[in-house]
């Protein structure tokens, strides 16, 4: 299932960006941070595809989603200028950003190649 971030709890279980300048991940597995709003339309059809992936994936990885409108803070800490924007943060190494909603077989190879994650 996909988790809901705030502020605090992204700072605990992805990167406390208040106390390191540089990227070091809180998580114990890799994640996909999906930064959306609820007007957005292709946010909206996105959603039910990242269901999926958490499902396919549980255990594995973990989906966390960040409401722009809500968490103005968080959205500028990542330079989100268009949504949907996502986050893969592998266990080791730098996370990468990709703009759009990617159609799933996408997700899966990105969750492969940058999160080093097989089904």
Do not use: H
Not at 63 to 79: C, G, H, P, S, W
């Amino acid at each position: 299932m996909t988790e809901l971030l705030t502020k605090e709890t992204f700072l605990e279980k992805v990167f406390n960006f208040e106390k390191n300048k540089e990227w070091k991940f809180e998580g114990d597995k890799p994640c996909i941070i999906d930064f959306y709003a609820d007007w957005c339309g292709p946010c909206k059809a996105i959603a039910p595809v990242l269901e999926e992936l958490s499902n396919e994936y549980e255990g594995k990885i973990n989906i966390y989603k960040v409401d722009t409108e809500k968490e103005q803070e968080l959205a500028a800490a990542f330079a989100i200028r268009s949504i949907p924007s996502m986050l893969f943060v592998p266990g080791d190494g730098q996370p990468q950003m990709a703009q759009g909603a990617l159609p799933k077989a996408e997700l899966e190879r990105v969750i492969k190649e940058v999160l080093g994650v097989e089904k």
